[in-house]
C-alpha cells in the first residue's frame, strides 16, 4: 500500500508562484514514476508534470517554462515538489499528486491510467 500526502496551494494573484508538496511513503521504494495533475470544475483531469525514477521530467506545454517538478528520494519515501511560477487564471484547479507503480512510463508519464495512486488533492485559486 502507498500513501500520498499533499500540503500546499492556496489563492494567489495572476503572475504569483505558489509552491506544492507531496509525501509518497509506504510500500514502494524511490523506483517509480511520481507526477502531478490537475482537474478544474467541468474538464477531464490533466497531466501537469511528471518525473521517473532516473530523473527524467515532463510537462504539458501549458506550463512548460512556468512550473518546475523535483524530487526527493530517502529510503522508501520520496517528496515530490512542483514549484509554480507565473500563475494564470487559467491554472485554477484541484491539483493531485500521483504514483506509479512503473518506474518510468516513457511517453505515458502524463497520462491518468498510468497511476496507481492517488493524493487527496489542494486547491490552487489564481486571482485575475
Known amino acids: 500500500q502507498v500513501q500520498l500526502a499533499q500540503s500546499g496551494g492556496g489563492l494567489v494573484q495572476a503572475g504569483g508562484s505558489l509552491s506544492l508538496s507531496c509525501s509518497v511513503s509506504?510500500?514502494?521504494?524511490?523506483?517509480?514514476?511520481i507526477g502531478w495533475f490537475r482537474q478544474a470544475p467541468g474538464k477531464e483531469r490533466e497531466g501537469v508534470a511528471a518525473?521517473?525514477?532516473?530523473?527524467?521530467?515532463?510537462?504539458a506545454d501549458s506550463v512548460k517554462g512556468r512550473f518546475t517538478i523535483s524530487r526527493d528520494n530517502a529510503k522508501n519515501k520520496n517528496t515530490l515538489y512542483l514549484q509554480m511560477n507565473s500563475l494564470k487564471p487559467e491554472d485554477t484547479a484541484m491539483y493531485y499528486c500521483?504514483?506509479?507503480?512503473?518506474?518510468?512510463?516513457?511517453?505515458?508519464?502524463?497520462?491518468?491510467?498510468?497511476?496507481?495512486?492517488w493524493g487527496q488533492g489542494t486547491q490552487v485559486t489564481v486571482s485575475s
Open positions: 500521483a504514483a506509479s507503480v512503473s518506474s518510468r512510463l516513457g511517453l505515458l508519464r502524463l497520462v491518468v491510467n498510468g497511476y496507481n495512486y
Open positions: 509506504g510500500d514502494t521504494s524511490t523506483d517509480t514514476c
Open positions: 518525473i521517473d525514477s532516473a530523473g527524467s521530467t515532463s510537462y
